[in-house]
Each structure stands twice: as C-alpha cells, then as structure tokens.
C-alpha cells in the first residue's frame, strides 16, 4: 500500500479514502471518455481537449444541482 494510501486511511477514515480515490478514478474516466467523444466526432484533438475538460466540469455543477433538487422532492 502506498504512504498516500496509508495516510488518507489513518486520517480520514476507510470509507472517506474510498471515496476520494472512486471519485477521482470515476473522474478520469468520465475525462478520457468526454475527450475520446469529441475527437471522435470532430477529428480535432484540439477541440476534443476543450470539450473533454469543460464538459466534465459543467457536469458536475449539474449534478451537484439535481441532486439538490432530488433532496427537496418528496417521493
């Protein structure tokens, strides 16, 4: 196990380092497949680089507002 691994596990608690490491690994993907969509339908890496981390971004702050509005229905 690395130092990093080892340290978030002893500071913030097993569950929290599970989380951090499968947000930042879901982040990744969600990165190279934004990316890989755009060059494939543009043909331009350039392009592709732009979408593939604005997208990303944006969807969050999109998430992050459904989810509140989810919290605030009753169902």
Same mark, same amino acid.
């Given at each position: 196990? #690395?130092?990093?691994?080892?340290?978030?596990?002893? #500071? *913030?608690? =097993?569950?929290?380092?599970?989380?951090?490491?499968?947000?930042? #690994?879901?982040? !990744?993907? /969600?990165?190279?497949?934004?990316?890989? %969509?755009?060059?494939?339908?543009?043909?331009? +890496?350039? %392009? !592709?680089?732009?979408?593939?981390?604005?997208? =990303?971004? *944006?969807?969050? *702050? !999109?998430?992050?507002? /459904?989810?509140? %509005? +989810?919290?605030? %229905?009753?169902?």
């Amino acid at each position: 196990m #690395s130092a990093a691994i080892s340290y978030m596990n002893n #500071s *913030v608690g =097993p569950k929290l380092a599970r989380q951090i490491a499968k947000t930042g #690994s879901y982040s !990744a993907m /969600h990165l190279t497949v934004a990316i890989t %969509v755009a060059y494939v339908l543009t043909g331009d +890496w350039r %392009v !592709a680089l732009g979408i593939g981390i604005v997208e =990303p971004l *944006v969807q969050t *702050v !999109a998430y992050t507002i /459904h989810e509140r %509005v +989810w919290s605030k %229905v009753g169902f």
